[in-house]
């Protein structure tokens, strides 16, 4: 017996937020709020998220730092980072604990950015370091890391 195409029973809520956290980690904001703008009951969503939060499908501890990797490898600075996990729902625990789970060099980051951006040679040229600390206090470096990727090499 052949199914008729396109005729496929409505998705559960629980197996909607499972589709979105195969892609990817959620928070359990973000999943509640991609669910109830396709239209899901926010007491069933609710419910959804709390069964694949027990299960162990999702966890913001995880999506905490899964986010801290992602963003660190791409460019951005601690304070940019902390202040995207607040916007999760995240509380200040669960921030501290994923950024102290990240086992990079926050200083290394910044000189492979400003050396990326502005060549190699950029502290020798007051404009391309002016330019380079202001892209790195656009991505959330803090100050103290700033000074030490611009100022000259011979005083490094």
């Known amino acids: 017996m052949k199914r008729a195409r396109g005729k496929r029973p409505p998705q559960t809520p629980v197996q909607r937020a ?10 359990r904001r973000e999943l509640s709020r991609k669910l109830v ?3 899901l ?10 069964r694949l939060a027990e299960a162990g499908w999702q966890d913001d501890d995880r999506f905490a730092e899964s986010l801290v990797r992602q963003r660190a490898m791409s460019g951005y600075g601690p304070f940019h980072i902390r202040a995207e996990l607040g916007t999760h729902g995240l509380d200040s625990a669960q921030i501290e604990a994923a950024m102290d789970s990240f086992d990079g060099d926050w200083l290394e980051n910044a000189r492979d950015l400003a ?3 502005q060549g190699e040679d950029f502290a020798a040229d007051p ?3 002016r330019k380079a600390a202001d892209l790195l206090a656009r991505r959330g470096f803090p100050g103290d890391l700033i000074r030490q990727v611009t100022r000259l090499e011979d005083e490094w």
């Open 37 to 39: 703008a396709r239209g």
């Open 115 to 117: 050396r990326r951006r």
């Open 127 to 129: 404009v391309r370091r």
């Open 18 to 27: 499972l589709g979105l956290l195969v892609r990817r980690e959620h928070s």
């Open 41 to 50: 009951d926010a007491e069933e969503v609710a419910a959804a998220v709390d």
